[in-house]
């Protein structure tokens, strides 16, 4: 990285991993979130992975050691309990060991595998790895193409805002509002805002909806089939189903490296099953951004965000989004901006309202860059490595000055600039670019 003090970043990188790192396992950042969380393990193993192949390896092992016997990969792993947190193992009451949430998260694991093997020095090394996990994520991936796709559609549905990361977004004010917290709704005391200003969080209001819809999967003992019949919240989320269709093609990519034939075949039947039924069910008819379905209402939700553009990265989309894509990073002097900035929801410095995520940007440009669209792909870049440079590995950032924001020294943050800014030949990931758009 030039004229951004790279060399220097790079070591403070590094260092925020090795002080987040617990032991098999990377904490997103001390205090606010203190356990291993699921879509950020994945990613900031790509970030080891520029320094320690082994710790690396190490960290997707130690996520998959929390499985369920059904297949499910937890959104958090409870190693140790820290009362810095809510909500802890104590509410979930999963009852497993290692103690876990619930839910799941975006499944990144597969992509992060690929591109780490493609990536490794130790070859011998990271096969072994690749061999002891495939089995896990084909176990993963076979658990949401059925229990979260239970009538074979082609999209798997999401019950819970935390399962797509992106928890306060403004895609889910609609769907969320059918959740009527209970009466009996357990008191409880949120201990994020003693981490980060409550002006950056979610609000009060859609926390009471996040623990109800915890306490009724918790009196449904965690059932999958009964969760998805009871959850008054369910959506199919373009970032799940982007993020899982693209990691189908990674995994099937492994597949092949293994000699896994009838991995492979059952793999490509999901991929086929997405593709012909993502692009009708989420692209908007205007501007072919992919936006939430909401199952409870049968419609579209409005709102409109940036994890819309990952349509591309699952290698879909069409050519409209570039234009879309320059007009959005053209309002704000930072891109990409999670809602944009002329949306009465955007809210510049409220967590997935607005602000800018680093490692959202990764994961868009690496779709912008392999269909083509190099000017974008840059401009992420660029400007995800000025805001880093100019405020330190923080959570998310203002898109209008770029104030840093949320927890500080931040893993996946850190991940990001070890894995992407400071490999600009990585800009393409392992594919080749097919199908540019004009
Ligand atoms: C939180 O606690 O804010 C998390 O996003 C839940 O995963």
């Known amino acids: 990285m030039n004229g951004c003090g790279g060399e220097g970043l790079r070591g403070q990188a590094m260092a925020v991993l ?3 790192d617990r032991g098999g396992y990377t904490v997103p950042s001390a205090g606010l979130y203190p356990f291993q969380w699921n879509w950020d393990s994945c990613l900031v193993a790509l970030g080891w992975a520029r320094f320690d192949e082994a710790r690396a390896w190490r960290e997707i092992e130690t996520l998959f050691a929390a499985q369920w016997p059904d297949g499910m990969v937890p959104h958090i792993v409870f190693h140790r309990d820290d009362p810095a947190y809510f909500p802890g193992p104590a509410v979930w009451a999963t009852g497993r060991l290692p103690a876990s949430s619930g839910i799941t998260q975006p499944p990144v694991a597969a ?3 690929r591109w780490m093997l493609e990536g490794a020095r130790d070859r011998e090394r990271a096969l072994a790895a690749v061999r002891r996990l495939f089995p896990k994520l084909l176990a993963w991936h ?6 979260r796709d239970p009538e074979g559609r082609g999209w798997v549905v999401t019950v819970h805002p935390w399962e ?12 969320l509002a059918a959740v009527t917290p209970p009466p009996d709704l357990a008191p409880y005391e949120r201990r ?14 859609e926390y009471d909806r996040y623990m109800t819809l915890v306490q ?4 449904l003992a965690y059932d999958p089939a009964a969760m998805v019949a009871r959850s008054p919240f369910l959506v199919v989320d373009p970032a799940t189903n982007a993020i899982l269709l693209r990691a189908d093609r990674d995994l099937a990519v492994l597949a092949d490296r293994l000699g896994e034939r009838d991995a492979r075949r059952r793999i490509e039947g999901w991929i086929a099953r997405a593709e012909a039924a993502l692009p009708d069910l989420l692209a908007e008819p205007a501007s072919g951004l992919w936006r939430a379905f909401d199952l409870r209402c049968g419609r579209p939700v409005e709102a409109r965000t940036h994890a819309g553009f990952l349509a591309l990265y699952a290698g879909l989309g069409d050519a409209r989004l570039a234009g879309l894509a320059r007009a959005w990073a053209g309002e704000t002097r930072y891109a990409l901006s999670s809602v944009p900035a002329a949306d009465p929801a955007f809210d510049r410095r409220r967590y997935w309202r607005g602000p800018v995520w680093p490692v959202a940007n990764f994961l868009i440009a690496r779709g912008f860059a ?3 669209l190099t000017d974008l792909a840059d401009r992420l870049r660029r400007d995800t490595a000025a805001l880093i440079a100019g405020e330190g590995f923080r959570e998310y950032f203002d898109p209008l000055d770029g104030t840093g924001l949320g927890g500080t020294r931040f893993s996946w943050t850190a991940a990001v600039w070890l894995a992407w800014i400071d ?6 990931g392992p594919n080749e670019p097919s199908d540019p758009l004009k």
């Open 164 to 175: 797509t990361g992106m928890d306060n977004s403004p895609a889910w004010d609609a769907p």
């Open 216 to 219: 009724l999967f918790r009196e």
């Open 111 to 113: 992509s992060c595998v």
């Open 423 to 428: 490999q600009p030949e990585r800009d393409r």
């Open 370 to 372: 392999e269909r083509g």
């Open 18 to 20: 090795r002080a987040n």
């Open 142 to 147: 076979a658990w949401f193409h059925s229990a």
């Open 192 to 205: 994020d805002l003693t981490h980060v200003d409550a002006a950056q969080r979610p609000t009060r209001a």
